[in-house]
């Protein structure tokens, strides 16, 4: 099944979810985007930050968009609305940081790569893993149209198909080349700690960072 990207529904209102619904709207994107509650306590920084994003309850920006993007914290995806993310893509941007998420063991297993927690936990929604790898200040600063010089990859990883085009074509309209990583079960590749976290890169740059083993993991 494939989808056409009108509506992109953004959850979490930090750094990267203003960067990111900033570039959405300049990519001609409806753009709703949440904090972790009432909308009007984000009103003010939205239109400073993302002017023509329109601030709404989580499970608003879920419900109306085509594609949501995860932002917040990982230890908050149990905050998630599962019923109106039913049947949606799902880009996960989120990582695993105890000196937000605190200690927990549940998201630091090495052997369950944390966008697979949150395929599990949203049974019916197709989730993807990107844009988590590149700092905000990069995904702000490196976007440029497709076919210019210099510029940047973000990998994607996630199912075969028509929804991993869909993806692609999202990640490129956000002034991005998509790199296409494999299954989500591959995403471990872009999580903190390997080499690819942190990369801010050409495509084939990219790619040949993401041909490192589990060998080549920093500590």
Known sequence: MSTKVRTVGILGAGKVGTVLARLAV???YEVLISGSGDPAKIALTIDVLAPGAVPAWPAEAAGRANLVVLALPLGKYRSLPIDEMAGKLVV???NYWWE???ERADLADPETPTSQIIQNF????RVFKAFNHMGYHDLDEQARPSGQAKRKAIAVSGREGSDIEAIAAF???MGFDAVL???LEDSRKLQPGWPAFGANLSAAELSRLLEHGP???LA
């Open 122 to 125: 949203l049974p019916t929604s």
């Open 171 to 173: 990640v490129d309209s």
């Open 181 to 183: 990583v494999g299954s």
């Open 100 to 102: 937000t998420d605190g």
């Open 26 to 28: 300049s990519a001609g």
């Open 215 to 217: 060998a080549d993991r």
């Open 92 to 94: 996960d941007a989120m």
